[in-house]
């Protein structure tokens, strides 16, 4: 009888508390190391977002600028009005042929927007015919 009473012991099926607290805790590790991971990634997404829109804006900006160099600042239209631009133009280079006038012109677009700013250099040729 003593025999079997030990047998009996060894076959119970289920698991200890200590078991079962051990695995919850490794459970709870990975899941907030998952957790932090996901929410580095979704922040990273918002700033790249931000930033191929801040790029976007900034191409139309600078085709509008070489038409028309008169405004220095502003706000971009709904729905972007947190993104602010500014531009300076300065002289670079004067060039006179026999058959060509042209002023060589660089500007500098920037960019704010969310605590951040970006920088675009813009070339620009005016050709001057007299």
Known sequence: MKGKSILRIFKKKGFTLLEAMISIALLGIAGAICLENYLINIRN??????????????????EEL????????????????????????????????????????VGVLKINFKNEELKFIIPLVEENEE
């Open 45 to 62: 997404l918002k700033i790249k977002r931000d930033t191929e829109i801040a790029i976007i804006l900034a191409k139309k900006k600078i």
């Open 66 to 105: 070489k038409l028309n160099q008169e405004e220095k600042s502003g706000n971009f239209p709904p729905p972007y009005e947190e993104y602010k631009w500014e531009v300076s133009f300065n002289d670079l280079l004067k060039s006179e042929t026999e058959k060509e006038k042209s002023e060589w012109k």
